[in-house]
């Protein structure tokens, strides 16, 4: 059975740094498309934040963390990080890592992941 384990999240200030990592256990195949980290606030439908392509290792951002925050990994042993710097208040929210286990499609779009951890919480304070 597949499971991605969240951790590293916290509070901060304002300023501060965050890194999140996620390890994905029970593929049987190496990983070669996406995988993703996203974040949802309350009443806020689920943002794409970044994710990286496996198979190559190319890496995109979404405009408003671009130049923030990093995404690193490997398939050697399906592990994602997210160093996220210059945290603001309104990032503030749930952060969810996701593969493209079983699936395939845009790495930004949310329905196109097959597995999904439970998240972590992420509070930043001004």
């Known amino acids: 059975q597949v499971q991605l384990v969240e951790s590293g999240g916290g509070s901060v200030q304002a300023g501060g740094s965050l890194r999140l990592s996620c390890t994905a256990f029970?593929?049987?195949?190496?990983?070669?498309?996406?995988m993703a980290w996203f974040r949802q606030a309350p009443g806020e439908d689920r943002e794409w934040v970044a994710n990286i392509v496996f198979g190559n290792g190319v890496t995109h951002y979404s405009d408003s963390v671009r130049g923030r925050f990093t995404i690193s990994g490997s398939n050697a042993n399906n592990t994602v990080f997210l160093q996220m710097n210059s945290l603001r208040p309104e990032e503030t929210s749930t952060y969810y890592c996701a593969a493209q286990g079983a699936s395939y499609g845009s790495c930004t779009s949310a329905h196109t992941y097959s597995d999904w951890g439970r998240g972590t919480r992420v509070t930043v304070s001004s």
């Open positions: 029970g593929y049987t195949t190496t990983l070669h498309n996406c």
